[in-house]
């Protein structure tokens, strides 16, 4: 071509380009972020934290919680919306500063997102703030009439007068509103009478995704920022003994080098230049007490951890006696990796530190405390940070660390070079920088007796704390016993006379953290395949064997019976398939899944189908839930498949997607979701549907071929035909 048009992919996305005689356009409505420099503000209403009215009829929602995927910038504004009575093509969304208004009214004196709780811990509260809106708009209309309000109603951005049939857009009410008193305990519709909350809506961040305004951290900038990568030890608990930098500072671009807590910051004009300064940086390590770790080490102790007694965590009847007399005892040992979070956005933080404020732009599920931490460093005071959430790439936990790692770092850097700075990390220093799932080893036991029913269950569990060291130790880890380590096993719902479940909570020097699902990404897999083993060991049918033991919990019994149902459990298969069941209860919803599966001769295995049942409560938007339920999936078959974080000489063997594997869209199974119609509280989506994915194709596997898989990922050699 003679004419070259050097654009970026994004800038190609946003304004549209002409190429090869064809057009393209891009499209984009303005949703989320601040109002153009020079533009003013509409005067608006704004009765409560969460709603700005403006004259023009545009309705802002100021959403507290971070979008990273799972569609909160539009679940939320539904509940809203429901209440509000407005029109649902006048809404844009604003991502909320940290501020105690929008705290989680679950978590205390927090602002953050995680735990699958965000429709959960809003409910009332965003409906309420809807409500209280339209009552004021109503009123307001009604004075301005001067008629009763029991009159009057709105629809659809509206307040109408029945008898007269006058109408006002809430645009002409604002100032009028402004100046009424809120009133107190407005009360909120009955779900007979909802109108959006229920009902499938396109999600309101889509347009800006795909045209490419929409703005990640990633993609933050300002004036006269920096960028900075940083070299950080090759063992955890490593430091810094001695740096070389002469080799790295004499690269166009770079300029300056500091030492910070967590290594070497090489700062440049750019990215790229940063990068290769870095890769000059002549380093002497001090490795630390970590420097000989590995996870054949660490397997083996474990193992010796699991045949010792560890804290009770749960004792129901005799289970020692019980199995000691049972007519049959089944035993066995599983085993999960380490896992990393992985986002497809690496982490990345833009800090603009001054003498009196300290502004940063970043994808965080934390914001409480990752303004605390860059107070800390920073030493300002809180109320003098300011943090603007941008869009997340995912998160899966990574950025909901109480140690706010990668927060305090940046923070770091640009106190010592006094300029703004984004600190950007690099698909290797995402993979090996930590705070991974855990390790865990578990050593399970059962009796059964004549009938092939269980008589006893014994479980014992090895894995570091995620909570041990963190602000929420008081609160989650009790008698020795860290609730997450545990969850979805001491809490089986299966009838069973006599159960005990203990727990080890070793101190190892790699940093973890929550992954998505928590303890149950551990706990599913190891509680679920171990009933499919009592099953087959008598001789049942595992989803009837389940289902007989679920009478005390009705809706376990029923999303297993609608997967079952759907799945076809019991009619013929193609040649070479097979099914596999589990049923799991985590954050408040019930999921069941039945998995399709094959296994070929090489010992590779191929996921065709998964059926999905889920009960979750009251929903809000059912697609969400859909997608949330095949987001699920694929991130619990990647783990299933390929996920693994191991060690060697204290170093993390996986650096990027080559030899940390991700599924791909080859391998995509079928994925059918049934939902539960339910008068329930709304409970958690984004993380029930991965604990059972894995249990599901694991008893499939079986079920085909013979073979019992206990250690994660399925690895292809032990499956392989002779």
């Known amino acids: 071509m003679s004419n070259f048009i050097n654009i970026s992919r994004r800038d190609f996305l946003k304004t549209g380009a002409v190429i090869g005689g064809g057009l393209v356009l891009g499209f984009s409505v303005p949703l989320r972020y601040p109002l153009a420099e020079g533009t003013t503000p509409s005067p608006s209403f704004a009765p409560n934290a969460f709603i700005r009215i403006g004259t023009d009829n545009r309705v802002t929602i100021i959403v507290n919680k971070s979008e990273m995927g799972q569609g909160v910038y539009t679940s939320l504004p539904m509940l809203v919306a429901e209440e509000l009575e407005c029109d649902w093509s006048n809404i844009r969304v604003e991502p909320a500063p940290v501020d ?346 059962a009796g059964l007796d004549g009938n092939g029913s269980i008589t006893a269950w014994q479980h014992t569990i090895v894995g570091q704390s995620i909570i041990s060291g963190t602000p929420f130790e008081q609160v989650m880890v009790k008698n020795g016993i860290d609730a997450t380590s545990v969850e979805g096993a001491r809490d089986i719902p299966y009838d069973i006379p006599n159960v005990f479940v203990d727990l080890h909570s070793p101190k190892i020097g790699v940093p973890v953290l929550w992954w998505r699902s928590v303890g149950h990404s551990h706990t599913a897999f190891v509680v679920e395949s171990f009933m499919d083993e009592l099953a087959h060991a008598a001789g049942k049918d595992p989803y009837e064997f389940r289902r007989a033991l679920l009478t005390n919990h009705p809706r376990h019994k029923a999303v297993l019976e609608l997967a079952a149902q759907k799945a076809g459990w019991g009619t013929p298969l193609p040649e070479g398939r097979a099914r596999g069941i589990a049923v799991h209860q985590s954050f408040g919803s019930f999921v069941a899944q039945v998995a399709e599966v094959s296994v070929k001769p090489s010992g590779e295995v191929r996921v065709h189908k998964v059926v999905c049942a889920i009960d979750c409560g009251r929903f809000v938007n059912p697609d969400t839930v859909e997608a949330q339920m095949e987001s699920a999936i694929v991130f619990g078959l990647t783990a299933a498949l390929y996920g693994a974080i191991t060690f060697k000489n204290g170093r993390v063997e996986q650096s990027n997607f080559h030899d940390y594997e991700m599924l791909r869209m080859k391998e995509m199974p079928k994925v059918e979701v049934y939902i539960m119609p339910s008068q329930e509280s709304p409970q958690g989506v984004g993380e029930p549907g991965v604990p059972p994915v894995a249990p599901a194709v694991c008893n499939a596997i079986f079920s085909g071929t013979g073979k019992r898989i206990r250690r994660l990922p399925i690895r292809a050699e032990e499956l392989k035909r002779a």
């Not at 409910?123 to 301005?144: C, S």
């Not at 509206?158 to 009360?187: F, N, S």
């Not at 970043?362 to 460093?377: I, L, P, S």
Request: charged share 25%; aromatic share 8%.
């Open 100 to 445: 105690p208004a929008y705290n989680h009214t679950e978590w205390g004196n927090a602002q953050g997102t995680g735990g699958s709780s965000s429709v959960r811990s809003t409910w009332k509260q965003f409906r309420k703030a809807g409500a209280t809106a339209r009552a004021m708009l109503v009123k307001a209309a009604a004075d301005i009439w001067n008629v009763d309000e029991a009159g009057c109603r709105a629809e659809k951005g509206y307040v109408i007068h029945d008898a007269t049939k006058r109408k006002l857009a809430y645009g002409k009410l604002v100032r009028k509103a402004a100046q009424m008193e809120t009133p107190q305990d407005v009360p909120l519709k009955e779900p007979k009478d909802f109108k959006i909350i229920g009902r499938s809506m396109k999600r309101l961040d889509t347009p800006e995704k795909v045209n490419g305004k929409g703005i990640f951290g990633m993609d933050a900038k300002i004036a006269g920022m920096l960028a900075a990568v940083v070299a950080r030890p090759p063992v955890f608990g490593g430091k810094v003994k001695s740096f070389n930098a002469d080799k790295a500072k004499a690269l166009g671009g770079v300029k300056e080098v500091v030492q910070i807590n967590s290594g070497v910051a090489v700062v440049a004009d750019h990215f790229w230049q940063a990068s290769r300064g870095r890769d000059a940086l002549e380093i002497i390590w001090e490795e630390g007490d970590n420097s000989g770790f590995s996870t054949a080490g660490m397997r083996e102790e474990y193992a010796r951890l699991a045949r010792t007694p560890g804290a009770v965590a749960k004792k129901k009847g005799e289970p020692e006696q019980a199995i000691a007399k049972a007519a049959r005892q089944i035993h066995a040992e599983y085993e999960v990796p380490y896992l990393a979070h992985a986002p497809m956005e690496p982490l990345n933080c833009l800090v603009d530190l001054r003498d009196e404020s300290c502004e940063i732009w970043t994808g965080t599920q934390f914001q409480t405390a990752d303004r605390n931490a860059a107070a800390k460093v920073s030493g300002l005071k809180p109320e003098q940070v300011k943090i603007h959430t941008m869009l997340l790439g995912g998160g899966f936990g990574r950025r909901a660390n109480p140690h706010s790692d990668f927060v305090a770092e940046a923070v770091h850097i640009a106190k010592a070079i006094k300029k703004p700075v984004k600190v950007i990390w690099t698909r290797e220093d995402d993979m090996r920088g930590g705070y991974y799932r855990p390790m865990w080893y578990d050593r399970i036991s």
